[in-house]
Nanobody, 127 residues
Framework: QLQLVESGGGLVQPGGSLRLACEASGFVLDYYTIAWFRQAPGKEREAVSCMPNNDGTTYYARSVKGRFTISRDSAKATVYLQMDSLKPEDTAVYYC????????????????????WGQGIQVTVSS
């Protein structure tokens, strides 16, 4: 019954911006830890950002800190990842993930904890 549908990916030039959206269905999003992961070709899947709850406590990978922002809109049951100042090294497939446990920010980077995942969406940064 639970579904996560991602949108907003595509091809952008270096320095550009994209906003990824992940719409949830079948549960109340505000009860869940939310996260974004990404996987580049030939690389392991890595945590980009995660947020255990809506109190502002947030993890960002060093490579994206200051450029990416995770957020949620409970009324729309949607998770967002705002990506600014994009670089070619940001090119990857991006996945949203949620879990009913409100993990500590030190725990939410571990992909094995998450019950539900989006389908993955391609982000390509190139001129």
């Amino acid at each position: 019954q639970l579904q996560l549908v991602e949108s907003g990916g595509g091809l952008v030039q270096p320095g550009g911006s994209l906003r990824l959206a992940c719409e949830a269905s079948g549960f109340v999003l505000d009860y869940y830890t939310i996260a974004w992961f990404r996987q580049a070709p030939g690389k392991e899947r890595e945590a980009v950002s995660c947020m255990p709850n809506n109190d502002g406590t947030t993890y960002y990978a060093r490579s994206v800190k200051g450029r990416f922002t995770i957020s949620r809109d409970s009324a729309k049951a949607t998770v967002y990842l705002q990506m600014d100042s994009l670089k070619p090294e940001d090119t990857a497939v991006y996945y949203c993930a949620v879990d009913p446990v409100r993990y500590l920010v030190t725990q939410c980077i571990h992909q094995g904890l998450y019950n539900d995942w989006g389908q993955g969406i391609q982000v390509t940064v190139s001129s």
